[in-house]
């Protein structure tokens, strides 16, 4: 079956405390990215990554980082979570034809810096 | 990235066909329309997109106006998993930036 799988799915740190958010897919996707979903701001894109060793910054980059060491997987990375990190994490995957063709989404890791 | 209007809220009743609207005046000759929808606790969905040409799947239908500055999300017929935040994408190189999309509720 096709699909992005993220771990965990929910997760409470403290802060300061360096964390790995996993996220694997399973098409051969080239396109990978990450978002974060907060109220009222909507889903807004973190980085993204066209294929193995190539990432780039999104809308709200600060305080992550990314890697794209293979190409089925790529890690978000908060070195030193804030509060201000908490929210709804959602990985996703697509092949990369110019817009025609569909985005796969992982089903979300619930995130929360105390 | 160019910009997409949707009405924040629509309602519809259960087992009639419910009808999403989307403005997309600066739309580009490439730019694909793309409808994803999320669903309570879930991670974005596709539905459905498509360039010039109306188009059909599964879970809709998608009617794109002649000049391209607007597009029609169709469920024929609505049922109560179908209530959902709809967004209307315009897509050209694959990034998929969201607006505040359309939350459909639908009464039973």
């Known amino acids: 079956e096709a699909q992005v799988t993220q771990n965990p799915r929910y997760l409470i740190t403290v802060t300061g405390k360096k964390l790995t958010v996993t996220c694997s897919q399973n098409?051969?996707?080239?396109?990978m990215s990450w978002y974060r979903q907060d109220p009222g701001l909507g889903l807004r894109q973190i980085y993204y990554s066209m294929n193995v060793e190539v990432t780039d910054k999104g809308d709200v980059p600060e305080g992550y980082k990314v890697s794209r060491k293979e190409k089925r997987n790529f890690p978000l990375i908060l070195e030193s979570p804030s509060p201000n990190q908490t929210s709804l994490y959602f990985c996703?995957?697509?092949?990369?034809?110019?817009?025609?063709?569909?985005?796969?989404f992982g089903q979300g890791t619930r995130l929360t810096v105390v | 990235d160019a910009k997409t209007t949707q009405p924040n809220s629509m309602e519809s009743n259960e087992e009639e066909p419910v009808h999403l609207p989307c403005n997309h005046s600066?739309?580009?000759?490439?730019?694909?329309i793309h409808w994803y929808r999320q669903l309570p606790s879930q991670g974005p969905e596709y539905v459905i997109h498509?360039?010039?040409s109306n188009v059909n799947n599964r879970m809709a239908s998608l009617a794109i106006a002649e000049d391209r500055k607007s597009s029609t999300l169709i469920l024929h017929r609505a049922t109560l998993r179908d209530a959902a935040v709809y967004y209307c994408?315009?897509?050209?190189?694959?990034?998929?930036?969201f607006g505040k999309g359309t939350r459909l509720h639908i009464l039973p």
């Open positions: 994408i315009l897509n050209r190189d694959d990034k998929i930036i």
């Open positions: 996703a995957s697509s092949f990369i034809l110019r817009g025609n063709t569909e985005a796969f």
């Open positions: 098409m051969n996707h080239e396109y």
């Open positions: 600066t739309i580009s000759g490439t730019d694909y």
């Open positions: 498509g360039l010039t």
